[in-house]
């Protein structure tokens, strides 16, 4: 019997002594607001073997010590940023439009610089069919990276493209996240493509999952979606490389993207981007690229790109978000699938609508993580309150990442308004003044807003208690995930 109470002790002991490691290890966690450390401390303590086992999987912002020092050798052995994409075009910029390019110059150190011009794609398919026409025609590189990439008729006609691209002696390099793309990667087509003379790289390898965690977060995922034809164009955008059908997730088809087709010096930064993913997954110097001339100058808008993730700091996409909030005189349009913000963030959209801007974000009514449409709604209320015009887009997913700032400013890209975007995930996205291209994406935000049913402050009240209880619990746990 003392046999068994001692027994007891000694593992009322360790558990202990576990629970005072990880909340410590919770506590001095780097780069988190108080509120996630609160939360995880909460965890820990109220459910700690469920706390503990998720902190190992979850609780650090870990891509592994080996990802980390490839992708920052990667970077080294480029030429630097500043210089890739010819000199600064700052002084050109509307000087209240300044300080927005210089947040987005201290993420990568990519140069604000002019003489871009853009092309908003129609939809989904002319979007591939673009892609694969410009592929058709490319001379002497091309190289794309997407999170996900299907085996669907959009899927099949890019990797068809890049197989013709290699027979005819182009250079074709294909990389995709090994989580969003993990059956394709495992497929027949991708082998088929490696036969073809197409090189290939998977973006942050798995390896065994039960061993992952030990080096890294397995959710640190490569969400960017990069296409760079010839060092002269290039695509960016919310598209995968897949059908609007998008049969991984068919019941919440169609998915609605903006893709935009960019020249100019812009293109060479996100090649840059490009190479910085490649050469840290394998070993082949990219920088003879960079030696290419730039074409010549032509005119054009300023133009900046803006790639988040490991290697840069963690608050770079909502520093670039709230700068634009908070940038705003007449209009702010956001359309986004997932909005999970932290408080800063919300404060400033709630602030740009209580000092008279017209603030409208649009959502999709339905959404394919329950998660974050719970999380999404617990902050209607506040929102609305403020002003902030609220609408449901109810023609398919609406995945479109748009900002349009005063019919002048844009942002496209990759990145989402939740906190998996801009803690976890590598994002690439555009940052451009140009009125015209501005107003033609506004144009299209347009068509969004008016497939959407607004949202009212009555509608936010209506919902019950239980829901109420249930989208606020999900959007508490927010800072956890």
């Avoid at 109470?5 to 410590?24: D, E, N």
């Avoid at 075009?89 to 201290?106: K, N």
């Avoid at 960079?290 to 993730?309: C, D, K, N, R």
């Avoid at 959502?363 to 015009?389: C, M, Q, T």
Wanted: proline content about 6%; hydrophobic content about 50%.
């Amino acid at each position: 019997m003392q046999d068994s109470a001692v027994l007891a002790w000694v593992f009322y002991a360790a558990h202990l002594s576990l629970q005072i490691i990880f909340v410590i290890r919770a506590l001095l966690r780097p780069h988190r607001e108080p509120a996630s450390r609160m939360a995880w401390v909460l965890v820990i303590l109220l459910a700690p073997v469920v706390g503990m086992l998720a902190y190992v999987l979850f609780g650090e912002v870990n891509l592994g010590r080996k990802a980390v020092e490839s992708l920052r050798a990667a970077v080294a052995a480029l030429p630097p940023a500043e210089g890739v994409a010819g000199p600064s075009a700052e002084a050109e910029l509307p000087e209240r439009h300044v300080p927005l390019f210089r947040v987005g110059q201290s993420v990568n150190h990519f140069l604000p610089v002019a003489g871009n011009r853009a092309e908003l794609l129609p939809d989904s398919a002319s979007a591939i069919a673009s892609m694969v026409k410009d592929i058709d025609a490319a001379r002497q590189s091309v190289h794309v990276l997407f999170y996900i990439w299907l085996d669907d008729a959009s899927g099949r006609s890019v990797m068809e493209a890049l197989k013709r691209a290699a027979a005819r002696g182009v250079t074709c390099r294909a990389m995709a996240d090994d989580l969003g793309s993990r059956a394709l990667i495992r497929s027949p087509f991708w082998r088929d493509m490696a036969a073809a003379g197409v090189r290939l790289a998977t973006a942050l390898p798995i390896g065994n999952p039960l061993l992952r965690p030990f080096k890294g977060r397995i959710d640190l995922r490569n969400h960017r979606k990069i296409v760079v034809i010839d060092n002269t164009i290039t695509y960016c955008g919310s598209q995968n490389c897949a059908d609007a059908a998008f049969a991984v997730k068919a019941k919440f088809a169609p998915w609605v993207d903006v893709m935009a087709r960019f020249e100019g010096p812009v293109v060479r930064q996100n090649q840059h981007l490009f190479a910085s993913n490649w050469m840290a997954q394998v070993e082949e110097d990219l920088a003879p690229l960079f030696a290419e001339p730039l074409p010549t100058p032509q005119p054009g808008f300023i133009a900046q790109v803006i790639g988040s993730g490991a290697g840069v700091r963690y608050s770079a996409m909502p520093e670039m978000f709230v700068a634009l909030m908070n940038a705003a005189r007449r209009d702010l349009v956001i359309t986004t699938p997932y909005y999970v913000p932290d408080e800063p963030l919300q404060a400033a959209l709630c602030s740009a609508a209580r000092r008279g801007v017209a603030t409208t974000i649009v959502f999709p009514k339905r959404n394919d993580s329950w998660i974050v449409a719970a999380a999404s709604r617990s902050y209607y209320h506040e929102l609305l309150e403020a002003g902030v015009e609220i609408r449901e887009y109810v023609g398919g997913l609406l995945h479109a990442k748009t900002l349009t700032l005063d019919g002048e400013v844009t942002l496209i890209g990759s990145a989402n308004i939740d906190r998996r975007s801009f803690e976890l995930n590598a994002e690439n996205n555009i940052l451009l003044y140009d009125p015209t291209f501005t107003r033609t994406l506004r144009a299209r935000q347009q068509v969004f807003l008016d497939a959407a049913t607004p949202v009212t402050q009555d509608d936010a009240d209506a919902f019950s208690a239980p829901r109420r209880l249930w989208n606020n619990t999900i959007a508490m746990l927010g800072p956890v995930l």
